[in-house]
């Protein structure tokens, strides 16, 4: 197995959902060659040295903030996290806030930061920073949401009662599987919006217009691969018949 699709691993379900990225384009980005063994060289072993630790935080693995946090050279703390068997923990759910100035207060999930065991609250958990100070700019501060940790610092809330309560992966009789209160025994639904992406809310939501092709065009077959050349295609298609004889040659 290639290190990068041990590395690919790391990457979390929900982030490359949400980004809607192809796992060979991730892959790509985070990858870091130093050295890599020569091609046309039989008398070298096949090595690649490349990066091996990488530092995940909320910077996602295919943007450029990313690649600064862990290029050539420098050197942050790797944090072993221990992965979640079952992520609980979705766009659009409402949580409450367990520890910090906010606690107890309840608010709406933005973003998940899988590979941290992260998330973040709308409008909760702030922090204040300054961007754009110089000698000329006294700078702009900008409140800005802090990650949370899913484990120890926020949990659920059960929408029958609006009160935070720790939740059970279980089954229905027609095998769906759902999250339950502990508390109550009532279901907590998964959010519509956890199925949005960047780049579309959701699939069903869309409504066709005059100039988008029609879905019965879309599912047409209109090519068949054949063992062929472009020119032996061209020549079917035009009726033409070629019945010249090749020259012999030879390979020395």
């Known amino acids: 197995m290639r290190l990068t699709s041990t590395l690919l691993k790391r990457v979390g379900e929900w982030s490359k959902k949400y980004a809607n990225l192809p796992d060979r384009y991730i892959e790509r980005t985070m990858r870091q060659v130093y050295w890599k063994t020569p091609r046309g060289k039989p008398n070298y072993l096949p090595r690649t040295v490349e990066r091996q630790r990488f530092h995940f935080s909320i910077h996602r693995p295919w ?24 992520w609980s923990f979705f766009r659009g759910d409402r949580v409450e806030i367990l520890v910090g100035k906010d606690k107890g207060k309840q608010g709406i999930v933005r973003d998940i930061y899988q590979e941290r065991n992260w998330i973040i609250v709308e409008g909760l958990n702030t922090k204040l920073t ?25 949990q659920l809330v059960d929408p029958s009662d609006m009160q935070g309560t ?30 949005e992406t960047i780049d579309y809310k959701m699939p069903k939501l869309y409504l066709e217009r005059d100039k988008d092709t ?22 079917e298609e035009m009726g033409i018949n070629d019945d010249r004889v090749p020259k012999k040659f030879y390979w020395y």
């Not at 300054?130 to 120890?152: A, D, R, S, W």
């Open 63 to 86: 943007t450029h903030s990313f690649y600064f946090d862990n290029k050539p050279g420098s050197y942050k703390p790797v944090v072993h996290v221990e992965p979640i068997k079952d």
């Open 130 to 154: 300054c961007t754009m100070k110089n000698k000329k700019f006294p700078g702009l501060y900008v409140q800005e949401e802090q990650p949370l940790l899913v484990t120890t610092q926020v």
């Open 166 to 195: 720790k939740i059970e992966w279980r089954y229905l009789e027609d095998g769906q599987r759902v999250r339950v209160s502990s508390r109550t025994g009532r279901i907590i639904p998964i959010p519509v919006s956890s199925e």
């Open 214 to 235: 029609p879905k019965a065009e879309v599912e047409k077959i209109t090519f068949e691969p054949a063992l062929k050349t472009f020119e032996m295609d061209i020549m």
